[in-house]
């Protein structure tokens, strides 16, 4: 049985051998009856208390300031913890209040390692910069860039920050479970101050620390003695992408190996009295931090080390 297919009809002011296709009407965009929410970003890990508007009296401002508790911290009523304070504290945790839109992750590598029990528990205490962040991480005035009341910013951490943090959570307040950490600018007033105040505290890390600033007068002050770092524990690194080529080598890479070199001539032990990391590739950025912390926080806080 054959079946007869009409042929496609032409337009009647179609060209020879073209085709009418037939019209289609475009669907209809329906306009939402609410706007569209943006998608929830998920939570942080962790427990957290913000102090929002901390004052300080000496620096005459005020900021942030983000406490991390580890895990099991309200149902162990009687433990104390170490504590890590660490600069640039909106970068240290929340993707959303870093100036890059990525965070250390801090808190989700401190809960890891905690519930994996590689570490030993600790809080964190993140203290948000302000708007006088260099004159604030700085020690010494540069030429072009200004700054010098890392001092002062030492005896706002020292006299009125410790003092409430240590009055309002269980830590051991004690030098030896007292830690700084920051990277750049951050990395560099945190070895200020460890020279300043070793008194006060034992751990000290210097991610990327911007050894350059006023022309290298944190690796002079060095010259000054060593005996303030044998009372310390230093976590150093820098990338092999920071800073400009000096010969063959990073300028970066070139002043962090002075530095340890200082920590060599004192008669600290790598790998005990501190750790020195060139990394492969290290770029300075908030996400490369982030995978060195990792590693800092076993050294520091593993459990082989404190429970010896």
Known sequence: MSVSVPAPQSAPDARPGTVALPMVTPPTLLTPSAPLLAPRRPPLVGRFRYHHDFPSGLLGNKRTVMVYLPPGYDSQ?????????????????????????????AND????????????????VAIYNTPDRIHEYTTHADDKLQGGRGQLYGRFLFEELKPFVDANYRTLPDRRHTGLAGSSLGGKISLALARAHSDQFRICAALSPSLWWARGALLRDLDGGPRWLRRMRFWVDMGTKEGKLRGDIPYGISRTRKLVEHFDKAGLLPGSDYYYWEVADGEHSEGH????????????????????
């Open 77 to 105: 009523s009687e433990r104390r913890y170490p504590v890590l304070y660490l600069h640039d504290g909106q970068n240290v945790f929340d993707p959303a209040t870093s100036f890059t839109g990525v965070s250390w992750e």
């Open 109 to 124: 590598t401190a809960e890891r390692l905690i519930l994996t029990r590689r570490i030993r528990p600790l809080i964190m």
């Open 289 to 308: 931090r982030a995978r060195r912390f990792y590693q800092e926080s076993l050294f520091f806080f593993g459990r082989r080390r404190l429970g010896r």
